[in-house]
């Protein structure tokens, strides 16, 4: 199985401010109809996970543009430009190139 | 807008059968390139993929719990369901059901059943 790990596991981060995750996969993400099938969830403290980001950079209806994706090959990133109270919660990237399709082990995003 | 939700037990006593089923409204299961996907989350832990089901009834399950699990379509009902044998304590999960709209991402989500395994 393809292997997510995320960087930092825990983001303490001041409201205002940027805040950055990596994930980095065991295996280029890009499948061989040339997409690369990396996304990003977002799941705030007792809700179901919610999809911001698919396909490394496409943003979801109604995710603000101060969220963002970007990456090729196996290094990705979520950049979250000035973080609202709004963001507090556990974000994971997933790729669903190979099969099975997998997930990071999360990030904890909370306010200092 | 699609929504999914979730139904069955809370709890299961080891060795039984998990049996949940989602329902599917503002979207018909047996229309589109949908893979209905069954997903799990034990107790602050990470994600992990079940396996789904396509609108033909063709399946596809995550090898760790292939011996064990059956996932079904029922389009009269607009439901799709999941069979998970022998349970044990590591199966104790918040289990969700979701929409794979083409094979690589999860679209909409259910909002989760905890499932507890215990005597």
């Known amino acids: 199985d393809v292997v997510l790990t995320q960087s930092p596991l825990s983001l303490p981060v001041t409201l205002g401010q940027a805040a950055s995750i990596s994930c980095r996969c065991s295996?280029?993400?890009?499948?061989?109809?040339?997409?690369?099938?990396l996304n990003w969830f977002q799941q705030r403290p007792g809700h179901s996970p919610r999809r911001l980001i698919s396909q490394v950079s496409n943003r979801d209806s109604g995710v603000p543009d101060r969220i963002s994706g970007s990456g090729s090959g196996t290094d990705f990133t979520l950049k979250i430009s000035r973080v609202e109270a709004e963001d507090v919660g556990v974000y994971y990237c997933?790729?669903?190139?190979?099969?099975?399709?997998?997930f990071g082990q999360g990030t904890k995003l909370e306010i200092k | 807008q699609v929504q999914l939700q979730e139904a069955g037990p809370g709890l299961v006593k080891p060795s039984e059968t998990l049996s949940l089923i989602c329902t599917v409204s503002?979207?018909?299961?047996?229309?589109?390139?949908?893979?209905w996907t069954w997903i799990r989350q034990p107790p602050g832990k990470g994600l992990e993929w079940i396996g789904y089901v396509y609108r033909t009834g063709s399946t596809n399950y995550n090898s760790s719990l292939e011996s064990r699990v059956t996932i079904s379509l029922d389009t009269s009902k607009n439901q799709f369901s999941l069979n998970l044998r022998s349970m044990t304590a590591a199966d104790t999960a918040v289990y969700y059901c979701?929409?794979?709209?083409?094979?690589?991402?999860?679209?909409?989500w259910g909002q989760g059943v905890l499932v507890t395994v215990s005597s």
């Open positions: 503002g979207g018909s299961v047996s229309s589109g390139p949908y893979y």
């Open positions: 295996q280029s993400l890009v499948n061989s109809d040339g997409n690369t099938y």
């Open positions: 979701a929409r794979d709209p083409d094979g690589g991402t999860f679209d909409f």
């Open positions: 997933m790729q669903g190139t190979h099969w099975p399709p997998t």
